[in-house]
């Protein structure tokens, strides 16, 4: 079943056209991959599927439904940024419920997602922790985290190891690539890095200025893709 579709989005900032004609079918458990420089139109393509940009012309549909009109809340995603933005006052276990406490969750519902998050993502001996207390890679985990134990059904991943060091970096790629098999999760997963798309990816979507440039699998892009810019892109020779 499809988990996202796609069909003809536009999104335009004034007379600015960020994102022109993108059509892209995403099936459920995929981990999808948006690749493209930096400024091609991928944080305003996540912001549009989030609901935190309203398409300008187009349709998104999540698990089946159209959302066009469908608050962010209510679209069973959950986001991660690049920059992780953690309660400095809240302890790890806190930062990870402080959204279901919101929602009106039971306690022991808390209590057992945050439980099963953090052992996931090795998170189990830091709960108690504050984030001034805790490495990078690690408040990356706890933003991860948060979004975890809403149990989405999609996951948005907006260059989420950008601000790690290059060996957080694989450490966290790692753990992503192990939660999405955990999980069965749908993830879609934004970035300007190569080895981040070739790695991760069940399926990589190549965007240039706001266009959808090539889909396919890391194999299939890496061995035929369809112009010089995919092949520069994706690092093998044209
Ligand atoms: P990426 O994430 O691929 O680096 P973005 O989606 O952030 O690219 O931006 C794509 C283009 O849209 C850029 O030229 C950027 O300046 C423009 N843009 C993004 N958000 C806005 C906005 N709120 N208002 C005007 N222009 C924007
Ligand atoms: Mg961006």
């Known amino acids: 079943m499809s988990a996202l579709t796609l069909k003809n989005v536009y999104k335009a900032f004034g007379d600015t056209e960020v994102l022109k004609d993108i059509s892209i079918e995403v099936e459920q458990g995929e981990f999808v991959v948006f690749v493209g420089p930096s400024g091609c139109g991928k944080s305003t393509l996540l912001r549009v599927i989030a609901g935190l940009e309203e398409a300008t012309a187009g349709e998104v ?82 933003a991860i985290g948060r979004a975890v134990v809403r149990q989405p059904k999609l996951f948005l991943l907006d260059e989420p190891l950008s601000n790690l060091d290059a060996a957080l970096r694989v450490s966290t790629r790692l753990e992503i690539a192990s939660l999405h098999k955990q999980l069965d999760a749908t993830m879609i997963y934004v970035t300007h890095d190569q080895t981040e798309a070739m790695t991760l990816a069940d399926k990589i979507v190549v965007l240039r200025d706001g266009r959808v440039e090539q889909v396919g699998s890391p194999m299939e892009l890496y061995n035929k893709p369809a112009n010089k810019f995919v092949a520069g892109f994706l690092g093998s020779p044209a």
């Open 61 to 142: 549909h999540i698990d089946g439904k159209l959302v066009n009109t469908v608050p962010p809340s209510k679209r069973g995603i959950a986001m991660v940024f690049q920059s992780y933005a953690l309660y400095p006052h809240l302890n790890v276990a806190n930062n990870m419920s402080l959204a279901l406490k919101q929602e009106g969750v039971s306690k022991a519902e808390i209590a057992e997602r945050v439980q099963e998050a953090s052992r996931m993502l090795q998170l189990d001996d830091y709960l108690k922790r504050f984030p001034s207390e805790l490495s990078g890679g690690q408040r990356q985990r706890v």
